[in-house]
T-cell receptor, first 114, second 116 residues
Framework: AQSVSQHNHHVILSEAASLELGCNYS??????LFWYVQYPGQHLQLLLK??????LVKGIKGFEAEFIKSKFSFNLRKPSVQWSDTAEYFC????????????FGTGTKLQVIP | EPEVTQTPSHQVTQMGQEVILRCVPI?????FYWYRQILGQKVEFLVS????????KSEIFDDQFSVERPDGSNFTLKIRSTKLEDSAMYFC??????????????FGEGSRLTVL
């Protein structure tokens, strides 16, 4: 069975600080990896995804993530956060292929202070 | 841009009552899912549905839950006899699926269920 762990439950940063949120997964096969974001009062939205190819993936709003297969990691980064990045971030993993059940991590609440 | 829509956005019900949550997935998608998020907890998989049958379900998805695609466009989650612990945000999702689908899940805005 697949599992995802997110190391940070709550992160507080000042605007313009750099962000890195950790994500490790466990799965025996080839995986697809995702970061979803949930802004306050809104639904889950896809931030970025990795299926294959370049392990450095760029997403929306200046976010990127790097897939390191040897470490089973898919950390999310942003060089300079903004107040509008305040949200909850979920790492998720699913087996590669057309059909997949995606398993979510516990989420990291990011609070950006102006 | 196509989107997944869910109704109602919020439902309050008494314990023991039946609830039906409705979802309209993206029209050309093949796979449909229900997830839930209890306040302050992680997003949990409930069930996936493909080709008019359940593909996979979690241990949360017990006999009081059922899903249906009654008319080719709606995808419903029924909770037969609600319990207090069913209070959560329920998210519907769909994905394109096999044959070139990327597997990306598109989520609806969620239906908040409050059981009193």
């Amino acid at each position: 069975a697949q599992s995802v762990s997110q190391h940070n439950h709550h992160v507080i940063l000042s605007e313009a600080a750099s962000l890195e949120l950790g994500c490790n997964y466990s799965y025996g096969g080839t995986v697809n990896l995702f970061w979803y974001v949930q802004y306050p009062g809104q639904h889950l939205q896809l931030l970025l995804k990795y299926f294959s190819g370049d392990p450095l993936v760029k997403g929306i709003k200046g976010f990127e993530a790097e897939f390191i297969k040897s470490k089973f990691s898919f950390n999310l980064r942003k060089p300079s956060v903004q107040w509008s990045d305040t949200a909850e971030y979920f790492c998720a993993v699913g087996p590669s292929g057309g059909y997949q059940k995606v398993t979510f991590g516990t989420g990291t609440k990011l609070q950006v202070i102006p | 841009e196509p989107e997944v829509t869910q109704t109602p956005s919020h439902q309050v019900t008494q314990m023991g009552q039946e609830v039906i949550l409705r979802c309209v997935p993206i029209s050309n998608h093949l796979y449909f899912y229900w997830y839930r998020q209890i306040l302050g907890q992680k997003v949990e998989f409930l069930v996936s549905f493909y080709n008019n049958e359940i593909s996979e379900k979690s241990e949360i998805f017990d006999d009081q839950f059922s899903v249906e695609r009654p008319d080719g466009s709606n995808f419903t989650l029924k909770i037969r006899s609600t319990k207090l612990e069913d209070s959560a945000m329920y998210f519907c999702a769909s994905s394109a699926g096999a044959g070139g689908g990327t597997g990306e899940l598109f989520f609806g805005e969620g239906s908040r269920l409050t059981v009193l």
